[in-house]
């Protein structure tokens, strides 16, 4: 039976509407085959014959005022507030007729050029190219998201639009033997280690914040701190496993890219795994076993680097983690190698240091600098600048298997912590164990 508040949507032509109930009271795209027994037509028939105009910009309401957006537009917004379960609604607004190509400002922009700004998501592209979305299409500026794409991006845009586009077949066929190619190659690389886990656990679920609960949250607040409780609650950032696991992907195609480059004999290079069963390190170590074309002539623990025998030609030595925030603990870790590793090793004063970090801060990105190292990161954290609050973390960004310590991300996100620094008795990101201590 379909629920009466969306027939009234559909009634009144209340696109928004429709749509927030959509999402919170049915589940798609089943209930798209649900029947009203007055007319005897489906609930995706009735959609498509009422005048709704899914491509439309029309005002909503926001926290921070009225703006006027199109739905796909406001799928983006819900998503990086938490308001959405993930990008599968975008499916089901382009279903309904959502035209990705319209422009949604007046700079000309569609909605694949403002793509290109936010954090890449492959979930996202994918369904806009293949709803046909058009990345050679140019703004009023004479750009295109093409255009607008860093050197990766760039190659997943072309890659999707190719294999979606029948003009390309020639293109398919090549790309697809070169993926077969990789994929057999890929499966030649296994980490194996004390240090490393035998299968990297992935979260067991997602865990955007809760939308009510960050509501009263923001409401705890004396009066005059409401508002900056609501700009640290828009600073907000959530990223899925599945958000990670694409930016580790990147940042390992970036190494990987980059010893392709080199002669054969050029890309032997030490693997360091962090001692400590208990941090991110060897997990994301294990995770990125997947994505490696090149194998590690050898692996060493980063507690233990006498145990290493220097027997063969080596030319780099390459170190993972899952983000970094202040830098501090990376760049220990390569101050410990400088000082001990090289002054027991003077033949390997010369070898290449690696950071494969996807997610990272500029703060963190400026510290590396300090020493010769190559850093292959995916994304920027943004860093936490909402003033006149409590908090001292880096951030106000965690992720679906973790939630980092207070110093690296604010504490409201773990502990809900009022700006002032006090309890506020409410918790708006559930409390989760991350997979690599499971």
């Given at each position: 039976m379909?629920?009466?508040?969306?027939?009234?949507?559909?009634?009144?032509?209340?696109?928004?509407?429709?749509?927030?109930?959509?999402?919170?009271?049915?589940?798609?795209?089943?209930?798209?085959?649900?029947?009203?027994?007055?007319?005897?037509?489906?609930?995706?028939?009735?959609?498509?014959?009422?005048?709704?105009?899914?491509?439309?910009q029309?005002?909503?309401?926001?926290?921070?005022?009225?703006?006027?957006?199109?739905?796909?537009?406001?799928?983006?917004?819900?998503?990086?507030?938490?308001?959405?379960p993930?990008?599968?609604?975008?499916?089901?607004?382009?279903?309904?007729?959502?035209?990705?190509?319209?422009?949604?400002?007046?700079?000309?922009?569609?909605?694949?050029?403002?793509?290109?700004?936010?954090?890449?998501?492959?979930?996202?592209?994918?369904?806009?190219?293949?709803?046909?979305?058009?990345?050679?299409?140019?703004?009023?500026?004479?750009?295109?998201?093409?255009?607008?794409?860093?050197?990766?991006?760039?190659?997943?845009?072309?890659?999707?639009?190719?294999?979606?586009?029948?003009?390309?077949?020639?293109a398919?066929?090549?790309?697809?033997?070169?993926?077969?190619?990789?994929?057999?190659?890929?499966?030649?690389?296994?980490?194996?280690?004390?240090?490393?886990?035998l299968?990297?656990?992935?979260?067991?679920?997602?865990?955007?914040?809760?939308?009510?609960?960050?509501?009263?949250?923001?409401?705890?607040?004396?009066?005059?701190?409401?508002?900056?409780?609501?700009e640290?609650?828009?600073?907000?950032?959530?990223?899925?496993?599945?958000?990670?696991?694409?930016?580790?992907?990147?940042?390992?195609?970036?190494?990987?890219?980059?010893?392709?480059?080199?002669?054969?004999?050029?890309?032997?290079?030490?693997?360091?795994?962090?001692?400590?069963?208990?941090?991110?390190?060897?997990?994301?170590?294990?995770?990125?076993?997947?994505?490696?074309l090149?194998?590690?002539?050898?692996?060493?623990?980063?507690?233990?680097?006498?145990k290493?025998?220097?027997?063969?030609?080596?030319?780099?030595?390459?170190l993972?983690?899952?983000?970094?925030y202040?830098?501090?603990?990376?760049?220990?870790?390569?101050?410990?190698?400088?000082?001990?590793?090289?002054?027991?090793?003077?033949?390997?004063?010369n070898?290449?240091?690696?950071?494969?970090?996807?997610?990272?801060t500029?703060?963190?990105?400026?510290?590396?600098?300090?020493?010769?190292?190559?850093?292959?990161?995916?994304?920027?954290?943004?860093?936490?600048?909402?003033?006149?609050?409590?908090?001292?973390?880096?951030?106000?960004?965690?992720?679906?298997?973790?939630?980092?310590?207070?110093?690296?991300?604010?504490?409201?996100?773990?502990?809900?912590?009022?700006?002032?620094?006090?309890?506020?008795?409410?918790?708006?990101?559930?409390?989760?164990?991350?997979?690599?201590?499971?």
């Amino acid at each position: 039976m379909i629920n009466q508040k969306i027939l009234d949507a559909i009634r009144e032509q209340d696109c928004f509407k429709l749509l927030n109930l959509l999402l919170v009271h049915t589940k798609l795209p089943d209930d798209f085959d649900l029947i009203d027994e007055h007319t005897g037509k489906s609930l995706l028939v009735l959609i498509q014959e009422s005048s709704i105009n899914f491509s439309e910009q029309c005002p909503v309401e926001y926290a921070w005022g009225e703006v006027n957006v199109t739905p796909l537009q406001s799928v983006f917004i819900a998503v990086q507030r938490g308001d959405a379960p993930d990008f599968e609604s975008l499916r089901y607004i382009l279903m309904l007729g959502a035209n990705v190509n319209h422009p949604i400002n007046n700079q000309g922009d569609t909605i694949l050029h403002k793509l290109m700004s936010l954090p890449s998501h492959p979930l996202a592209l994918k369904e806009l190219i293949r709803a046909g979305g058009d990345i050679f299409k140019k703004n009023n500026q004479g750009k295109t998201p093409l255009d607008l794409a860093d050197e990766i991006t760039s190659k997943y845009l072309l890659e999707t639009y190719n294999q979606n586009n029948p003009k390309h077949n020639a293109a398919i066929k090549i790309q697809r033997q070169w993926r077969s190619r990789n994929k057999l190659e890929n499966k030649s690389v296994a980490l194996t280690h004390e240090s490393l886990p035998l299968f990297p656990k992935r979260p067991l679920r997602s865990n955007p914040p809760d939308v009510k609960k960050m509501k009263l949250w923001i409401e705890k607040h004396k009066e005059e701190d409401k508002k900056t409780a609501e700009e640290v609650s828009h600073s907000i950032q959530h990223i899925t496993f599945e958000h990670f696991l694409f930016g580790l992907k990147m940042a390992v195609k970036k190494f990987n890219l980059y010893l392709h480059s080199l002669p054969e004999d050029k890309r032997n290079y030490v693997l360091l795994v962090d001692s400590r069963k208990d941090k991110s390190g060897p997990w994301v170590t294990k995770l990125a076993q997947q994505f490696l074309l090149f194998p590690p002539s050898v692996i060493i623990n980063t507690a233990d680097p006498g145990k290493f025998i220097p027997t063969m030609d080596l030319n780099h030595i390459v170190l993972f983690d899952d983000a970094s925030y202040s830098g501090n603990l990376l760049y220990k870790l390569q101050d410990s190698y400088y000082t001990s590793f090289l002054a027991k090793y003077r033949k390997y004063m010369n070898l290449q240091f690696h950071l494969i970090v996807p997610f990272t801060t500029e703060r963190a990105r400026e510290r590396f600098k300090e020493f010769p190292t190559l850093l292959h990161t995916q994304e920027t954290i943004p860093s936490f600048k909402v003033k006149n609050t409590f908090f001292k973390g880096e951030t106000a960004t965690y992720f679906d298997h973790k939630i980092p310590v207070d110093l690296s991300s604010i504490e409201c996100i773990e502990n809900g912590k009022l700006i002032t620094g006090e309890s506020s008795g409410v918790v708006f990101v559930e409390p989760m164990i991350p997979p690599y201590k499971l």
